[in-house]
């Protein structure tokens, strides 16, 4: 179950690695709230979601999900 919880920082290539990896629909560890650049606040509840509001992504591997400080935007629709 496994990504390989490598030390990327780059939100574009944790959605990369984690579809790659066929893992972009599994729950996080924790689901955070997140608090958008555009002033929404959202569940994060799968390691790769799309804010609700502008359609920012944001993703995590799942083995660092727990830490929100591991969640990385990666650009509007990346995913």
């Given at each position: 179950?496994?990504?390989?919880?490598?030390?990327?920082?780059?939100?574009k290539?944790?959605?990369?690695?984690?579809?790659?990896?066929?893992?972009?629909?599994?729950?996080?560890?924790?689901?955070?709230?997140?608090?958008?650049?555009?002033?929404?606040?959202?569940?994060?509840?799968?390691?790769?979601?799309n804010?609700?509001?502008?359609?920012?992504?944001?993703?995590?591997?799942?083995c660092?999900?727990?830490?929100?400080?591991?969640?990385?935007?990666a650009?509007?629709?990346y995913?």
């Amino acid at each position: 179950m496994s990504t390989s919880c490598s030390n990327l920082t780059d939100g574009k290539a944790i959605v990369d690695h984690v579809k790659f990896k066929k893992k972009d629909h599994m729950a996080p560890k924790v689901k955070h709230e997140i608090n958008c650049d555009c002033g929404e606040t959202f569940v994060f509840e799968r390691v790769i979601m799309n804010c609700p509001n502008c359609g920012m992504t944001y993703a995590v591997t799942p083995c660092s999900s727990a830490d929100i400080n591991n969640i990385k935007q990666a650009g509007i629709r990346y995913a």
